[in-house]
């Protein structure tokens, strides 16, 4: 998604990651994957009590090595706050791709 920022942006949306962690730990799982947050160019939602994950179906529902995580899992909210568009990922890996978000964004607007 963050190599087509500024397609989303043009197709009126704003993207915004949720990551279940503490500030400390994004910064250094950041900081693993050769990143700093100044790097990341949209909203970063911390959500460490897992509200949010929750609220989405998401929280605590994916084996990763020897620990529970939430699974991944793509949104779309229109301007009403309504659920438009939700995937929710069944691995790691299963995550829509940034064309098939934006052919989704665009249907909704016609």
Same mark, same amino acid.
């Given at each position: 998604? &963050?190599?087509?920022?500024?397609?989303? &942006?043009? *197709?009126? *949306?704003?993207v915004? *990651?949720?990551?279940?962690?503490?500030r400390?730990?994004?910064?250094h799982?950041?900081?693993?994957?050769?990143?700093?947050?100044?790097d990341?160019?949209?909203?970063?939602?911390?959500?460490?009590?897992?509200?949010?994950?929750?609220?989405y179906g998401? *929280?605590?529902?994916?084996?990763?090595?020897t620990e529970?995580?939430n699974?991944?899992?793509?949104?779309?909210i229109?301007?009403?706050?309504?659920l438009?568009?939700?995937?929710?990922g069944r691995?790691?890996?299963d995550?829509p791709?940034?064309? &098939?978000?934006?052919?989704?964004?665009?249907a909704?607007?016609?």
């Amino acid at each position: 998604m &963050r190599e087509r920022l500024a397609d989303f &942006r043009r *197709a009126g *949306a704003q993207v915004l *990651a949720v990551d279940p962690h503490d500030r400390w730990l994004a910064t250094h799982l950041l900081k693993e994957v050769g990143f700093e947050t100044s790097d990341v160019h949209y909203p970063l939602l911390l959500d460490p009590t897992n509200t949010v994950s929750a609220t989405y179906g998401v *929280a605590f529902q994916m084996r990763i090595h020897t620990e529970w995580s939430n699974r991944p899992a793509t949104f779309i909210i229109d301007r009403q706050g309504i659920l438009r568009f939700a995937h929710r990922g069944r691995s790691f890996a299963d995550r829509p791709s940034p064309r &098939r978000v934006l052919e989704k964004l665009r249907a909704l607007q016609q």
